[in-house]
């Protein structure tokens, strides 16, 4: 069955839920957007693999919330029933002085369809180019 | 043919939320495509009779002239990611498979992380053919405060 108009608006608004959850240092609300036994795997961060030690990973950047924001771009989401991809890029934004371009990269998300909706089984972060903050 | 973009408060016609949403996707491929370095794929993009145009390079026109464009630059476009915001999307009257595409348009440069390289705006003639939506003419406007000194490369 391919994705309903349904399907694709939410999980766009899965990834908008992320990025003010992460700019707003919403730890419940960013590990609620991971299924329970979902993935997160950045250049950054490396691998953390379960909601809660994504929720424990998220409480230790908290404290740099408000400093930054994330900006998606240019998704191209495929997929059917309850399973779905999408690639798209990432703009990281520092939003207080010196007001710097911090990171670009693309994200390759695996979503999957839960009883609560549609929610991040696998979250990839693969960095173009970043600076040291 | 060069399809008018209806002005403000004049009659519009509406598409359907498939054809929205097939378009939006039309947009993020050909980024995706040329981002990395994609040439042939971007190409695949426009109708047979597709062009580019823009300030510093002219009209490239057809899939070969266009994939050659794209591809003559490999290392700066894959060092490149094309941001799109602000799209409208409109329909044309009297034709259900032509739509105009007009949108922001922010290319980061991988190598300078500081500003975007390129601020403007895309004016593009959408074409439906066999069911897929595709380029029929993308014209790249760059801001003019961001266009000194800078090539306005869609």
């Known amino acids: 069955m391919p994705l309903s108009v349904e399907d694709r608006m939410a999980i766009l608004a899965l990834v908008t839920r992320y990025n003010h959850a992460v700019d707003e240092g919403d730890v419940d609300t960013r590990s609620e957007t991971f299924t329970e036994d979902g993935v997160w795997d950045s250049d950054t961060a490396g ?7 994504i929720r424990a990973h998220a409480a230790t950047r908290a404290p740099q919330a408000h400093t930054k924001k994330h900006w998606t771009n240019s998704p ?13 890029y990432l703009w990281l934004v520092e939003i207080v002085e ?4 911090l990171m670009i990269g693309t994200y390759h998300d695996t979503v999957r369809r839960e009883p609560e909706g549609w929610l991040f089984a696998k979250r990839e972060l693969r960095v173009h180019s970043r600076i040291d903050y | 043919m060069c399809y008018r973009r209806p002005a403000a408060g ?8 498939d054809d929205r949403l097939e378009i939006l996707d039309l ?25 580019i145009e823009a300030t510093a390079t002219g009209t490239i026109a057809g899939p070969a002239a266009i994939a050659d464009y ?14 799109n915001n602000n799209a409208i999307i409109e329909g044309v009257p009297g034709d259900e498979d032509a739509a105009t595409l007009a949108m922001y348009i922010m290319v980061l440069s991988r190598r300078e992380t500081v500003l ?9 003639e959408l074409r439906r053919v066999d069911g897929e939506w595709r380029f029929r003419r993308r014209r790249i406007i760059a801001d003019a405060d961001a266009a000194s000194g800078r090539r306005a490369e869609g």
């Open chain 2, 116 to 124: 975007p390289r390129l601020l403007g705006r895309y004016e593009d």
């Open chain 2, 10 to 17: 004049g009659p519009r016609v509406s598409l359907s939320v």
């Open chain 2, 70 to 83: 794209i591809g003559s630059r490999p290392d700066g476009w894959q060092r490149r990611r094309h941001f």
């Open chain 1, 47 to 53: 691998v953390v693999t379960s909601r809660e030690a």
């Open chain 1, 76 to 88: 191209v989401i495929e997929g059917d029933g309850d399973h779905a991809t999408i690639t798209q």
């Open chain 2, 27 to 51: 947009a993020a491929r050909y980024n995706h495509a040329v981002d990395s370095g994609d040439h042939e794929g971007a190409a695949a993009l426009f109708t047979e009779d597709g062009a």
């Open chain 1, 98 to 101: 010196p007001r710097r371009t």
